[in-house]
């Protein structure tokens, strides 16, 4: 990543309106993107979805002014889900998708999102072609004054998600006698979601639902479900859905309160998919901070786990090369390749719920496939150089590996979307787990300071 100026692991992403987030780098990536994806001789279309934060507006109109300025119709879907621009690029039959988000990053961060013609996140190939126009002189290859593309709202793309999103689930399929709690995370899919889940039977009660441009992610959706958890238990609920600003990750909530992550949800897709034969591979797809537990699961299951660098657009490379059709990440994002191209925490939701159903038993004992190996993941925060390269850490890392030796794994890596360093270690031993995340954390932030 550390070869591109702009593009990190999810598209493009910062402080609003400090560079790389400004109007100014916004209009430039959209007039680059369109100049990109102009094939043809025919009128080309562009969608644009946003998430619920303030600084969308600027963004959204700095992108309809590159893309106009580039010869390209826009589309402006408004707040949708980030797997709705993704499943619209392809309905509309439009060149290129655009969501504004920062995912599950607070309001004062935001990001730009970009899908090819057939809903699939951009290769790495065709970024660096964007990044190169972006700080070129792009002058001279703009749409002439009578070929400036065209902007226009489009009316009901919620509706169309949700009904692709119920369409995901068997015909006769209802959610009757199911008490559920969303929490919408003050985001984009605050309307989509509880119509969802209500369209199919659900009783549904809704928290996160509203949006002012600031609170969202705060302390709601799928990165602080404390209060989910509060609300399931509050009004005895069967399950809490928590979702993350753009919907595209989800974090479940049982009957008795305790937080479900997307390895669990993994584990009850494939095992379920297994038994009704849906898995076009012998296995799924997940990143290097899935639970070793997982993977044992998976190995009892007679299935295997291939392991990607984290980002749900690796998951999705490795499953589209290897044509299996689940995968996901520990966060959250899951993605069944069957119904779309990017995460969907509605549509995982979905198919957790269709095997609550069929299995007719309480969501704790359909989401407690595995036993998760004890886990410690810590953060830290640095802000010039790489402490990862002084010679205190490196003995830390090293000391750490040949203390857990093959009792279990050791992940460190640099956030893809902020000044951090994650360290993660598991094993059988939660202890040694714990010494050893403290020790590399303790040299990090000295060799940070």
């Known amino acids: 990543m550390s070869d591109r100026k702009y593009f990190g692991t999810d598209g493009i992403r910062g402080y609003a309106n400090k560079s790389p987030m400004t109007a100014e780098v916004a209009m430039k990536v959209a007039m680059a993107a369109g100049l990109t994806f102009k094939r043809g001789s025919h009128r080309h279309r562009v969608v644009i979805g946003k998430d619920t934060r303030l600084s969308g507006y600027m963004i959204e109109n700095a992108l309809v002014a590159g893309f106009t300025a580039a010869g390209m119709d826009v589309f402006q879907l408004g707040p949708v889900p980030t797997p709705a621009v993704a499943m619209?690029?392809?309905?509309l039959r439009a060149d290129i998708g655009v969501?504004?988000?920062?995912?599950?990053?607070?309001?004062?961060?935001?990001?730009?999102?970009?899908f090819g013609p057939d809903g699939f996140k951009l290769s790495d190939e065709i970024e660096r072609k964007i990044e190169a126009l972006i700080d070129a002189d792009m002058t001279d290859s703009l749409a002439h004054s009578d070929k400036i593309g065209r902007a226009s709202r489009v009316d009901g793309a919620d509706e169309r998600y949700i009904e692709f999103a119920?369409?995901?689930?068997?015909?006769a399929m209802t959610l009757d006698g199911l008490r559920v709690v969303v929490d919408c995370a003050n985001g984009a899919a605050y309307k989509c979601a509880p119509a969802a889940l209500w369209e199919l039977g659900a009783e549904v009660v809704t928290i996160g639902n509203q949006p002012n441009g600031v609170n969202i992610n705060a302390e709601c959706g799928s990165t602080h479900t404390a209060n989910l958890a509060r609300k399931v238990n509050e009004v005895r609920a069967d399950i809490g859905i928590a979702l993350d600003g753009d919907a595209d990750r989800v974090i479940i909530v049982d009957e008795k309160s305790n937080v479900v992550d997307g390895d669990q949800l993994m584990a009850v897709v494939?095992?379920?998919?297994?038994?009704?034969?849906?898995?076009?591979g012998p296995g799924i797809v997940a990143t290097i901070m899935s639970n070793?537990?997982?993977?044992?699961?998976?190995?009892?299951?007679?299935?295997?786990l291939a392991r990607t660098p984290v980002g749900d657009r690796y998951v999705v490379e490795r499953m589209r090369k290897d044509g299996w059709n689940v995968g996901?990440?520990?966060?959250?994002h899951i993605v069944l390749s069957d119904y779309a191209t990017t995460g969907d925490g509605l549509v995982a939701a979905l198919q957790l719920l269709c095997v609550v159903k069929t299995w007719d038993k309480p969501v704790s004992d359909v989401c407690r496939r595995f036993e998760p190996v004890p886990q410690v993941l810590k953060n830290v925060r640095y802000s010039s150089g790489d402490p990862l390269e002084t010679s205190t850490v490196k003995e830390a890392i090293a000391d750490a590996q040949s203390q857990l030796a093959n009792a279990g794994r050791l992940v460190i890596r640099k956030s893809g979307t902020e000044p951090l360093i994650r360290v993660m270690a598991e094993g059988d031993d939660s202890k040694l787990v714990e010494t050893v995340v403290n020790d590399i954390v303790g040299s990090l932030r000295k060799a940070a300071a």
Request: zero cysteines.
């Open 328 to 332: 996901g990440e520990q966060s959250g």
């Open 99 to 114: 969501m504004i988000s920062a995912s599950h990053n607070a309001y004062h961060d935001n990001g730009i999102k970009l």
């Open 292 to 304: 070793l537990g997982l993977e044992r699961f998976l190995q009892d299951q007679k299935l295997s």
């Open 88 to 91: 619209l690029t392809r309905s």
């Open 166 to 171: 119920k369409r995901t689930l068997p015909r």
């Open 270 to 280: 494939a095992q379920n998919w297994k038994e009704r034969e849906r898995l076009s």
